[in-house]
């Protein structure tokens, strides 16, 4: 379903929780397609994953294109949300609104994400809201921002800092963002975000009370054994598949049972 007044309904708060899956490609997005999941996110975080960077900085505007392209070759039926990459938006509104104009023309998207909670940030939500843009924020663990953070730390702790980001989720409402990812916040924090503000929250390390979650894909199915942040659920173990299934290929290959007729023309 692609309709964002109800894949991402405030009126689903406090009765259905919206599940998000974080995917960077066709072979992928294909099984997600014929899942249940509510919407796919092509987030940035593809220049950890997939590119082996240490944070999404060099992630580039023409790759997150070049992703999403595919994401939704492989999912026709899904709500695709896009992530504009680090300085494709917070240079200036015109940069944002070409970025965004991009994303949306060449990707057949039907959102984009933006980072943080600025005036800037939200005076960029609202003229691409009223120029056909839905955008879906993000507050809290901002990774683009990682380095004035000092690492991948939990944010909005103590009173000052998690009534800052509640002002923050509120004015991104305010101005236009259809939903906002919460990441690595205290879990009381989360709630009481997605009590107080009109759209719904998706959370990644934010607590169960969020009107949603997110999790990136690879994550959710342990690809990487070494990776176990406090907020992942490894539901499946395909590190150990993958490597089970080509060292059976390898044997095969040197024993010569592998191609035998039954693959063979
Ligand atoms: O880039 C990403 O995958 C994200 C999610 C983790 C929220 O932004």
């Known amino acids: 379903m692609r309709n964002v007044h109800k894949v991402y309904s405030p ?21 997600l397609n014929e899942t249940d999941v509510d919407s796919i996110l092509v987030g940035d975080s593809l220049g950890m994953v ?13 790759e997150m294109i070049y992703h999403t392209k595919a994401v939704r070759r492989g999912a026709p039926d899904k709500f695709i949300v896009a992530d504009l990459p680090f ?18 023309k060449e990707t ?13 940030i939200c005076e960029l939500i609202s003229i691409l809201k009223q120029i056909g843009v839905p955008v879906m924020g ?51 924090l989360g709630k009481k975000v997605s009590l107080e503000i009109g759209v719904p929250t998706i959370g990644i390390g934010a607590g169960p009370d969020c009107d949603g979650q997110v999790l990136v894909l690879y994550d959710l199915l342990g690809l990487d054994a070494n990776f176990q942040p406090k907020f992942l659920k490894k539901f499946a173990d395909l590190h150990s598949i993958v490597k ?3 060292g059976n290929y390898h044997k095969e290959v040197k024993s010569g049972e592998f191609p035998g007729k039954d693959h063979s023309f």
């Open 11 to 31: 009126e689903k708060k406090g009765k259905e929780k919206i599940s998000v899956v974080t995917c960077y490609d066709f072979g992928f997005a294909k099984v």
């Open 50 to 62: 997939i590119q082996g960077n240490t944070s999404t900085l060099p992630v580039t505007l023409d």
């Open 87 to 104: 300085l494709s938006y917070q240079t200036s509104i015109e940069d944002g609104i070409r970025s965004a104009g991009r994303m949306m």
């Open 108 to 120: 057949d998207c039907d959102a984009v994400k933006i980072e943080g909670g600025s005036d800037f």
């Open 138 to 188: 993000h507050l809290g663990l901002t990774p683009q921002s990682v380095h004035v953070f000092g690492g991948h730390k939990v944010q909005g702790k103590g009173e000052e800092s998690g009534a800052k980001l509640l002002r923050e989720a509120e004015a991104l409402s305010d101005a236009g963002a259809f939903s906002m990812v919460l990441e690595m916040i205290p879990a009381d």
């Open 244 to 246: 089970n299934a080509v």
